[in-house]
């Protein structure tokens, strides 16, 4: 689960890492109202307007502006909320934009010129480690810097029995290129980091920048969080701050009905029980030449009405021409399956594209009789390359 920047700057903080403080506004009266009160907070006299939405790159595409007084900020926010805002990490559309963040200017002059890092904490799958990558190219494409300069990204490994080591935040700091307070304040910055990371069950915390301001402090002035889902259950708190308007309508409903379900954009509907056998039965689309419009997983438990919202779900999404439905029945009984497709398809009475049932393991001679005999236009197939050859025919 994916957090805006207002609310991973809010766990961060509780873990004790420096942030650049802000408030979230809906509208743009909301917006001067937060700015005065950041002013008597932190003594600011600038604020910057940032867009809250699950993206990146928001300050490319506009999305992110510094306002010099109260009229700048009323006048930006009233720009940014409601606006379409494209970034090179949205589609061509953009994104809604429904809140700004509202924060205090942390690229004020001072003695020394600010300076952005880039920092992250992710898994490591291949060492089954945590894994701090940082970089002096902050505040621009780390994917760009990782191209073109990949000798200026650094990796710290953490050993998750022992965390992170204080030589380990040293050696961040030094790297950096940091001495005096600011090498101090990062190795606090790091460590605090980590802990928000562990603690938080995250799958990625990412802080492009990490500004060390002109007198010296370290703060996160941006925050991409990723939440691991496995997790959310022991933190109800993070859970509420789930935001259904970034998602994808029909992937919440998916959720809310305990499939799982990813769009993806091709033309084929495909439901299957188990992910091993949806990938398997992704790649047997694309063999067939077809192209899969959705991951549908409907679990263990494929009875009639599961399979009819599973159904429902996958003909949300107008590009699909055809679907494929293959399960294995190993704790499920196929002729239950398949009567279950029977009944959804008969209660549906809707259904305009032509469907292929692929049923095998427990009774699936007599799923394949009953689909046969059901006088609905559902083609049925036993072995997998039949299936396929069935898609084939019906893309065709
Ligand atoms: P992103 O574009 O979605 O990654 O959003 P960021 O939060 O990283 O902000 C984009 C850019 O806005 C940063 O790289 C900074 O250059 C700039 N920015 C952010 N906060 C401030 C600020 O307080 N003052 C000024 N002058 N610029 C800021
Ligand atoms: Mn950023």
Redesign the pocket.
Known sequence: MNLH?YQGKEILNSFGVEI?RGIVAQTPAEAVEAAKKLTEETGTGWH?I?AQVHA?????GGG?K?AKNLQEVEKIANDIIGMNLVTPQTSAEGKKVHQVLV?????YPGENEPE?YYMSVLLNRSTGKNMIMYSTEG?MDIEQVAEETPHLIFHEEVDPATGLMPFQARRIAFNLGLSGKAFKEMTKFVSALYKAYTESDSSLFEI??VLKTSDDKIIA??AKVTLDDNALFRHKDYAAMRDKREENAVEVEAREAGLSYVDLDGNVGCMVNGAGLAMATMDLIKQAGGEPANFLDVGGTADAERVETAFKLILKDPNVKAILVNIFGGIVRCDRVAQGIVDAYKNMGTIQVPIIVRLQGTNADKAKELIDNSGLAVQSAIEFKEAADKVQQVLA
């Open positions: 920047e650049q910057v940032k990146g790159g928001r300050g490319k992110v510094l924060a205090e200017d942390v690229y952005e505040g492009n920048p002035v941006d």
